[in-house]
T-cell receptor
Framework: AQTVTQSQPEMSVQEAETVTLSCTYD???????LFWYKQPPSRQMILVIR??????QNATENRFSVNFQKAAKSFSLKISDSQLGDAAMYFC?????????????FGTGTRLTVIP | DSGVTQTPKHLITATGQRVTLRCSPR?????VYWYQQSLDQGLQFLIQ???????AKGNILERFSAQQFPDLHSELNLSSLELGDSALYFC????????????FGPGTRLTVT
């Protein structure tokens, strides 16, 4: 079964600085998707960024980028120029591509605090 | 706004009761997923429907059931409610089954007293 591990329950960052959130996963499949979701205090789940396993290039969305290390099964999220609005829970998620269920498997989340 | 709607936003009910949560997917999306977020279990997949048919089951209790209607909206039925069923229930939708992102609704906060 797929498992997703986020080993940092809490992180903090100074406004305008850069922070990296860690995620590792376990799978026997060669093709899959990885995601980072943000959950602010409103509880809405917001898709931040997605990575396709067969693509070697790391995904980037404005201030958000990932470091995808397929061999190490590592998928970290880097937030540059942190803003107060980035404060939220961040969830790493895995989804298979081929056959069967393609639901999301989530990690336990990292709570990010942004210090003004 | 993801385009996925869920009603009601909040629900307070007593143990032993039955409730129905409703989800309308984004226009054009055929797949609906239900997830439960609780303090002790985290975010867990419950069940998926695709174009009216059940496609996959996760950690869904036998007391829970769901369906997807011809207009593609979905309902999650929770019965014989227990205190431990208190959680945030999310619905997500995607276009198909493969390479599409899942977009989440705002969730329904269920409190069982």
């Amino acid at each position: 079964a797929q498992t997703v591990t986020q080993s940092q329950p809490e992180m903090s960052v100074q406004e305008a600085e850069t922070v990296t959130l860690s995620c590792t996963y376990d799978t026997s499949e060669s093709d899959y998707y990885l995601f980072w979701y943000k959950q602010p205090p409103s509880r809405q789940m917001i898709l931040v960024i997605r990575q396709e396993a067969y693509k070697q290039q790391n995904a980037t969305e404005n201030r958000f980028s990932v470091n995808f290390q397929k061999a190490a099964k590592s998928f970290s999220l880097k937030i540059s120029d942190s803003q107060l609005g980035d404060a939220a829970m961040y969830f790493c998620a895995y989804r298979r591509v081929l056959g069967g269920a393609n639901n999301l498997f989530f990690g336990t989340g990292t709570r990010l605090t942004v210090i003004p | 706004d993801s385009g996925v709607t869920q009603t009601p936003k909040h629900l307070i009910t007593a143990t032993g009761q039955r409730v129905t949560l409703r989800c309308s997917p984004r226009s054009g999306d055929l797949s609906v997923y239900w997830y439960q977020q609780s303090l002790d279990q985290g975010l867990q997949f419950l069940i998926q429907y695709y174009n009216g048919e059940e496609r996959a089951k996760g950690n869904i209790l036998e007391r829970f059931s769901a369906q997807q209607f011809p207009d593609l909206h979905s309902e999650l039925n929770l019965s014989s409610l227990e205190l431990g069923d208190s959680a945030l229930y999310f619905c997500a939708s995607s276009q198909g089954q493969g390479k599409n992102e899942q977009y989440f609704g705002p969730g329904t906060r269920l409190t069982v007293t």
